[in-house]
């Protein structure tokens, strides 16, 4: 069965940080995209950060970019997700994902990941 599991997640003041784990299990992705997106009550689930199968590219969303850095670890079958500058509208549930497609570039359509992982709340006190 694969799995992707999520921790770190917590509650922090507003400029503090926070950094996310996920550790997949079941399959390697060292050749896979991996992203995390993020959950607030009543919306829509919404990219926050992506990286490429050989982690040579990565994309932000505006409102996170110059503040998270998405990073990972082939060894470990993990992608980790360093928040900074926290601000209260950061406070959603955060979901790792991957794709399964090979050699895959880690785009924000939550459409092109395949894998999911449960969630860890984040929340950011202001």
């Known amino acids: 069965q694969v799995q992707l599991i999520e921790s770190g997640g917590g509650l922090v003041e507003a400029g503090g940080s926070l950094r996310l784990s996920c550790v997949g299990s079941?399959?390697?992705?060292?050749?896979?995209?991996m992203g995390w997106f993020r959950q607030s009550p009543g919306k829509e689930r919404e990219f926050v950060a992506a990286?490429?199968?050989?982690?040579?590219?990565?994309n932000y969303a505006d409102s996170v970019q110059g503040r998270f850095f998405i990073t990972r670890d082939v060894a470990k079958n993990s992608v980790y997700l360093q928040m900074n500058s926290l601000k209260p509208e950061d406070t959603a549930v955060y979901y790792c994902?991957?794709?399964?497609?090979?050699?895959?570039?880690?785009?924000?359509?939550?459409?092109?990941?395949?894998?999911w992982g449960q969630g860890t709340q984040v929340t950011v006190s202001s």
């Open positions: 994902a991957a794709d399964s497609r090979p050699l895959s570039s880690g785009l924000r359509d939550t459409r092109t990941y395949d894998y």
């Open positions: 079941g399959r390697t992705f060292d050749r896979n995209a």
């Open positions: 990286i490429s199968w050989d982690g040579r590219q990565r």
